[in-house]
């Protein structure tokens, strides 16, 4: 290859990379994205047992102000996520604690990332304005996944 390009050259060969990128087909591209999505498959899925909304759309819930504070807690074999949802961040704490990371992801991608502490806790900020779940993974190498959390 030559490296001694003269202008026209090099802009022929990036007109030509352009040209290329558009001609991959969409259901190229989708599949490709669904691949991606399949590295979470070994994760271990954490269900919801606990949401504090829940207790807001019983019969005899009278409330003259919503709450500020939501708490919700996701379970999975051996291991407990709760977490609260503020005006600020996402507070939380794994449990049984491991130091790890997290991230809040959704269809748009990766909102947040923050790592988990030696006791299990971590906060997440900004708060994600679209429905996402958080992937948590431990430093022994745990993957978890919980349900869809809408804010």
Do not use: H
């Amino acid at each position: 290859m030559d490296l001694d390009w003269n202008d026209d050259e090099l802009l022929d060969a990036l007109r030509d990379a352009l040209t290329t990128a558009e001609e991959v087909p969409r259901t190229f591209v989708e599949a490709g994205k669904a691949a991606f999505v399949w590295r979470t498959i070994d994760a271990e899925l954490a269900a919801l047992t606990y949401d504090s909304a829940w207790e807001s759309l019983a019969p005899a819930a009278v409330r003259s102000e919503s709450a500020t504070l939501r708490s919700l807690t996701f379970a999975s074999d051996g291991w407990t996520i709760e977490i609260e949802l503020t005006p600020n961040g996402v507070l939380g704490q794994l449990d049984p604690p491991e130091a790890g990371s997290v991230s809040a992801r959704g269809d748009g991608g990766e909102f947040a990332t923050a790592d988990i502490d030696e006791l299990g806790f971590f906060t997440l900020r900004p708060v994600p304005t679209a429905p996402y779940r958080l992937l948590c993974t431990t430093e022994s190498g745990t993957t978890i996944l919980t349900g869809w959390i809408t804010p």
